[in-house]
């Protein structure tokens, strides 16, 4: 449903448009769910989002989703600093459902780069690579504050949200322990509203 609705959100007025979604769909799911391919699980994901954030954006304005920030990001703490609940979502969805409803981002650590320098001169084929885990609704609500924006402010304000988020989410990714679980929301939320200010000072 919400591959659909991407869809017809880029394609308006297609005929049989649901067969072309459902011929798209399966081969994608059976992929995601079975070879567990991370670069076509994180496209599926990537296809997945905006037809939900279609659904939400018209029923929020910029103080409705300010407020859903807010308590998504003090619940994102709760849930990985203090339950422990959102590591035990994401290892059960892993390893036992065999999907995860998020992205998968895969990070060269220094050593890494080394063994790949190193794998020029050798006949090693393989080398294992670390990957970072991110939650669907860390991607979600940055999509669906940036829809808000676009029909608040515009195009450029919808911009800055993602620029923001972006920056967030890339301060956590730098600077964060390798290993360790954190919860991203936090960062994510202090670029949007970074962008949200930066759009109402400047448009």
């Known amino acids: 449903m919400a591959l659909g609705l991407t869809f017809t959100s880029f394609f308006p007025g297609i005929k049989y448009a649901s067969l072309i979604v459902l011929i798209i769909a399966l081969p994608l799911a059976y992929i ?8 076509i699980h994180n496209l599926t994901e990537l296809f997945i989002y905006p037809g939900i954030a ?6 929020l304005n910029i103080w409705t989703i300010v407020i859903l920030l807010i308590l998504i ?5 709760w849930a990985v600093w203090h339950s422990g609940i959102m590591q035990k979502m994401a290892k059960y969805q892993i390893n036992k459902l065999n999907i995860f409803s998020g992205f998968f981002v895969p990070y ?7 063994k790949l320098k190193m794998m020029k ?3 090693k084929k393989k080398i294992r690579v670390n990957i970072a885990i991110l939650g669907g609704g860390d991607v979600i609500f940055p999509i669906i504050t940036a829809g808000v924006m676009l029909k608040t402010l515009g195009f450029l304000g919808a911009l800055f949200v993602i620029i923001g988020a972006t920056l967030g989410l890339g301060y956590l990714f730098f600077f964060a322990e390798k290993k360790k679980f954190y919860p991203a929301m936090p960062y ?3 670029g949007i509203f970074a962008g949200i200010i930066l759009s109402y000072i400047l448009l």
């Open 73 to 77: 990001s003090i619940y994102d703490i």
């Open 188 to 190: 994510i939320t202090a």
């Open 54 to 59: 279609a659904v939400f954006v018209p029923l």
């Open 121 to 123: 001169k050798s006949k």
């Open 108 to 114: 060269v650590s220094k050593k890494i780069k080394l």
């Open 32 to 39: 995601k769910i079975y070879k567990r391919e991370f670069l």
